[in-house]
């Protein structure tokens, strides 16, 4: 009788744990069978991770990641993190990553060689400008000011195609360094997405400001930021369903509204 | 050559024959071999299992196409920093080989500070003084255009590289015999005139081949300007890979690059085989 139970008993486990498996689309799609890797920046940068600690699931891009994680059927437990550079997340053949989130914005070049999700953020470009430079936010006065970006980001287009500045911009390998280009007073002005300008000008260097955001009518931007894959990643339409799964039910509203809420209030460029 | 003429040559002795023979059979061993080599590589690359994406990575025709003008516009940012830097490492490279080898006591100080220079500029990394002294200085509150990084990332690599350049005129100078500053004092010269046309023209034909290295080293060193700002080749490689998400724009870099080091190189094997017929 005991047998007869314990027998039952493991058959209906085993029914269980199969039918969830066929209910996760991710099943047989991850690097590690039954955990999500997701990778992020060395370091991670605020507002998109807090700490530079993606597993306290604090800052945006951090606990969007959570909640896809679990809209795609995986515990927090089972999320694993791992940190990669650009390069290592563009690099030919196998990836350490399921998906890679450190702000990429989605270009028609980049997807020929990579996959990206469904975008999950939005992001205008604002215009930071360096401790006692003061300009208006129109296409005409910034034109005159000189002009940093950081090398590997969407801004150095932007910066050519739109801003066209009188002078050849300078151009850098981090947020840091453009820090130190502005103390020196070697530019008076950088683009960045406008999150990562309004913590540049809050917590990073003093004495800088916002002074305006590119309306989104203009083309290519907003930059729309997803999450990178490896070229014909089996997982994309998982992970599409995922974060469709958390616009349509506000929740990814919900996540942006908590950590980037004070996006809003940034005049517009002309 | 016409028959004729093989006719009335001199018949060429069984030693001759024989060296031909050997000659010609070494030739197609090596031939055979090279032919082998490409061969193997030409065939087993393509057909390791990843071979098509790091062909799409690195090897892409269209990427190639389109970044390359891109490229060549930023190599001339490099030409330009080099030929501004070369000379005043040169120059500043010599007075501090000549610092290190003041021989009068009241000089003590000037050897003091030159062997600072070549201590501490050899064993900072380059990128480290590129970026101290790159926004370091501009950070004091200099005006524009006064604070630009490339005057200042010029200087850097001047100050580092003259380290090493001083070394070597002075490893140029001190090869150059005991006896010869001696002659050149019997002969009344002083000091400074025994250096300036005795010891100097000699030391300074030493080391040439071993400077041409250092030119070497210095072309790709320019890049590291790139750090503080200037976009030069490698940068505007950086920024056409992070757009396109592909490496091929570092292979148009590269080639660029080897277009200049490879003739330099040989230039310079050809200077060092030349002295050492010299010397023999």
Request: proline share 6%; with cysteine.
């Amino acid at each position: 009788m005991l047998k007869l139970l314990l027998c039952s008993g493991l058959t209906i486990a085993v029914t269980a744990a199969s039918a969830l498996a066929e209910d996760r689309c991710a099943a047989g799609k991850t690097l590690t069978e039954g955990k999500l890797t997701i990778a992020t920046g060395n370091p991670a940068y605020y507002p998109w991770v807090l700490n530079d600690a993606p597993e306290s699931g604090e800052g945006f891009e951090a606990a969007v990641a959570y909640a896809v994680a679990g809209e795609m059927g995986f515990s927090a437990d089972n999320v694993v993190w791992v940190r990669t550079s650009f390069d290592e997340a563009i690099q030919p053949g196998a990836k350490n990553f399921d998906f890679n989130m450190q702000q990429y914005s989605i270009t028609s070049e980049r997807d020929k060689f990579v996959d990206f999700s469904a975008p999950y953020y939005a992001a205008p470009m604002a215009v930071l400008t360096a401790p006692g430079v003061t300009a208006d936010p129109t296409l005409e006065a910034l034109r005159g000011l000189k002009w940093g970006a950081v090398g590997s980001t969407t801004a150095v287009p932007k910066l050519s195609g739109v801003i066209k500045p009188d002078s050849d911009p300078l151009l850098y390998g981090d947020n840091s360094d453009i820090n130190a280009a502005m103390s020196a007073g070697q530019i008076d002005a950088a683009l960045f997405d406008l999150p990562t300008a309004l913590f540049l000008s809050a917590v990073m260097i003093e004495g800088s400001a916002v002074i305006g955001q590119f309306p989104a009518d203009r083309e290519d931007n907003p930059d729309l930021f997803g999450m990178l894959m490896e070229e014909g990643n089996p997982l994309k339409q998982c992970v599409d369903a995922a974060l469709e799964a958390l616009k349509s039910s506000g929740e990814l509203a919900a996540i942006e509204a908590e950590w980037l809420q004070q996006t809003t209030g940034v005049p517009l460029i002309r | 050559m016409s028959g004729e003429g093989a006719v009335a040559g001199p018949v060429p002795s069984r030693r001759q024959v024989y060296e031909d023979r050997q000659r010609r059979r070494s030739l197609i061993i090596a031939a055979a071999s090279t032919g082998a080599v490409a061969a193997a590589v030409m065939i087993l690359i393509p057909r390791a299992p990843g071979w098509d994406r790091v062909q799409a990575s690195f090897f892409n025709w269209d990427v190639f196409a389109s970044t390359f003008p891109g490229l060549l516009g930023a190599f001339m940012t490099d030409v330009a920093i080099f030929a501004w830097c070369a000379p005043a490492i040169a120059v500043l490279g010599l007075l501090v080989a000549l610092a290190r080898d003041a021989r009068s006591p009241a000089l003590f100080p000037l050897r003091i500070l030159g062997a600072a220079h070549t201590d501490i500029f050899r064993g900072v990394p380059v990128i480290l003084t590129v970026y101290l002294i790159g926004f370091g200085i501009p950070g004091l509150g200099l005006p524009r255009p006064w604070n630009s990084p490339y005057i200042w990332g010029s200087l850097a690599l001047t100050l580092t590289y003259s380290a090493y350049v001083a070394e070597i005129f002075r490893s140029g100078i001190e090869s150059v015999h005991e006896s010869q500053r001696a002659a050149a004092q019997s002969l009344g010269l002083s000091d400074r005139d025994s250096m300036r046309f005795v010891i100097l023209p000699q030391a300074i034909r030493r080391v040439i081949p071993a400077q041409m290295n250092m030119l070497i080293a210095l072309q790709k060193d320019v890049a590291l300007l790139s750090f503080i700002g200037p976009v030069e080749i490698f940068r505007q490689a950086g920024v056409y890979k992070s757009l396109m998400a592909n490496f091929t724009p570092y292979v148009g870099a590269a080639i660029i690059f080897l277009c200049i080091t490879i003739p330099a190189t040989r230039y310079t094997d050809h200077l060092l085989a030349r002295q050492n017929r010299e010397r023999s």
